[in-house]
DNA sequence: ATCTTACAGTTCTATTTTAGAACTATAAGG
DNA sequence: CCTTATAGTTCTAAAATAGAACTGTAAGAT
């Protein structure tokens, strides 16, 4: 599989990965939700290579997920804003961060606490349900074949080789 | 900034990239949502090379994400079973594939279809607050240093180049 | 009028990663 | 003895990334 067909594979995710599965890209989009909008804001940031930077801003802004707009004439200056697709993205975001909050901290506790301003206390992110409410878990979860689907055979439990062999012979 | 270094910098989000922020190993924690386990299934279900996906496993493995698990004696034979720390990652792969199904379907719709049993429905992921419930946007959520900040500076809005002109003249 | 700085890139070489294919090893089954 | 299944390892070529220097426009300082 070539980085390239990743983006038409039947999968949700291979796409998305294809779009902003990389590291830089990431970081550059965390930067984006604190508000950096320019080159060098980004630049200084993150430490990121110039030539990787530009190359990241233009794909994402081809993308649709950044929006490429002038704040000055001569010389022209351009500021990357995020779109609605890029906004969209704060789930992921957020899902990261908590993930690193709960497993990857050290002593000192989180870096960064995020306040609700609806009901102003420090919170943590909770994925539910859309059609009940209830927040979800893996084994709760049946997946399956949808319209766009290729083809995608249901895996058996897998077997031993002697357990194979037993039922071969009986 | 090195890829060594991503795991120690204080924000949650850049240790977590530093440890599932490429992209076959966000591909190969999709196939071990979907049940796969050996090294073979993940091979052939993938396309990826023997060489980079012993790669992976390991360092998933080092990471705690995967637990290697014997499953046959002579010749010695192993599973990766995701360990809690890796089912935590649900949430993650749930939002990636959700972003996916909202911006990156074809005419043919969603390659799949995620069902809750405990409700029976097809869903879809909603991240809410675990204070007061609502869904979340970015724009009701402030960030704000934590106890394991370094720093981080706030950041003013932008200027011009001619408004900061105008703001030292005056 | 010239000099320095800010900004947003582009270009170049060296290093690191990844792709792709072939090879190794153990044991079962025919 | 030969083939297959499984789980790797090793090798070379191609691609991506790091790191530093360079380009161009214009403002402000000297």
Redesign the pocket.
Known sequence: ???KELEEEPCSMARTIGVIG???TLLILRECFLRTR????F?SAL?????????R??KLVRQGILR?IP?QE??K????ILTQKGIDLYPIMMAIVHWGDTHMVDERGRPLLHQHRKCGKDFDPVMVCSECGEPLSAKEVHTHPGPGARSLPEKSAPET??A??RS??A
Do not use: V
């Open positions: 599989m070539k980085w990389d590291r830089w320019r080159f060098e804001g630049q430490g990121i290579t110039r030539h990787l930077l530009a190359e801003l233009k490429r704040y001569s010389p200056r351009h500021e990357y080789r002697k194979k062999a071969r012979a």
